[in-house]
């Protein structure tokens, strides 16, 4: 069956930038939107960023916004987040997900690829 499988995560400083990447193999689902989560340490799952598969339409958590930018590739079915000039708060556990039509929830989620910046 299908699965998502994330990678690009990684131990960084202060300032740099890391891509994180989410492929989509197989298709036992349509897409209908991706998005970015992640989750710190002590804290809750919140959403970074979401894509529209069809229309491209883009969607970001302000506290990321002109930092992070989604993207992605129609014929790999791959998501990427480029990240710039990461801070320590952005250190947390992401994941991508998507659903299949708007009126689903976010039922399918990836292992997660840890994201840690030091000061």
């Known amino acids: 069956q299908g699965q998502l499988v994330e990678s690009g995560g990684g131990l960084v400083q202060a300032g740099d930038s890391l891509t994180l990447s989410c492929a989509a193999s197989g298709r036992p689902f349509s897409i209908y939107q991706m998005g970015w989560f992640r989750q710190a340490p002590g804290k809750e799952r919140e959403p970074v960023a979401s894509i529209v598969w069809t229309a491209g339409s883009t969607y970001y958590a302000d506290s990321v916004k002109g930092r992070f930018t989604i993207s992605k590739d129609n014929t790999k079915k791959t998501m990427y987040l480029q990240m710039n000039n990461l801070r320590p708060e952005d250190t947390a556990l992401y994941y991508c997900?998507?659903?299949?039509?708007?009126?689903?929830?976010?039922?399918?989620w990836g292992q997660g690829t840890q994201v840690t910046v030091s000061s």
């Open positions: 997900a998507f659903r299949p039509s708007i009126y689903a929830s976010y039922n399918f």
